[in-house]
């Protein structure tokens, strides 16, 4: 049993505040010479499918990428799983992969990854887990789903629910392991970005 990349659809998630950037839109920050959010595109699309993007602002920006834009079914920057969420409402396959715009280096095999995790445990949801300091730790926005579970996370999202380990904690749901957590490195302030720059 295996996800074939044609049953599977990525979203990049844009739709942040950036309230830690200062209020700038981070996906369409500068990582040499390039958009963030571009950097995940080009990443992300060999791996899928099809693409989209989830954004709030600046959307033209977004759609000279390229690829479909949908800003959030929900007002006031809900968070992730609203992005989520506007990205099941469009997606035609099975499955949506989820990452976020502002992790420039994410793997190549990902979403075979996570898929063929998937797969194998029958789950729901299989969700990249990195090693620190000794400890798994969820990194909850890297993320494979299946989409049926739209309805599930529109009346979670309708309860005044936030939390995506709360959701996911309420479905089948695998933890894929990657040894290298620095290629999961997000810009969550200007500083951040910086670093990202090479030496």
């Known amino acids: 049993m295996t996800i074939s990349t044609d049953d599977i659809t990525g979203l990049i998630l844009a739709g942040g505040r950036g309230s830690r950037m200062g209020g700038v839109d981070k996906g369409l920050q500068n990582h040499l ?25 600046n ?8 690829v479909p834009v949908w800003p959030d079914a929900l ?9 989520m969420l506007a990205g099941l ?22 979403v075979a990854r996570l898929a063929a995790a998937a797969a194998e445990a029958q789950a729901e949801i299989a969700m ?23 309805e599930s996370l529109v009346a979670f999202l309708h309860g005044g629910e936030r939390k995506i380990d709360r959701w996911t904690g309420q479905h089948r749901c695998v933890e894929v392991p990657f040894d290298d957590a620095q290629a999961f490195a997000n810009a969550n302030t200007l500083e951040e970005l910086h670093r990202l720059q090479p030496r």
């Open 128 to 150: 990249v887990a990195t090693v620190e300091d000794g400890r798994l730790q969820r990194q909850p926005v890297f993320c494979l789903l299946q989409s049926g579970l739209m």
């Open 89 to 110: 409402e469009q997606c035609s396959t099975p499955w949506l992969v989820t990452v976020p715009c502002d992790s420039p280096s994410f793997p190549l095999d990902l």
């Open 33 to 57: 010479g390039v958009p963030l959010a571009l950097h995940a595109l080009l990443r992300l699309q060999p791996q899928v499918g099809d693409v989209m993007i989830n954004a709030n602002r």
């Open 75 to 83: 007002p006031d920057y809900p968070g992730p799983l609203a992005g």
């Open 59 to 66: 959307l033209s920006a977004y759609e000279s990428m390229g």
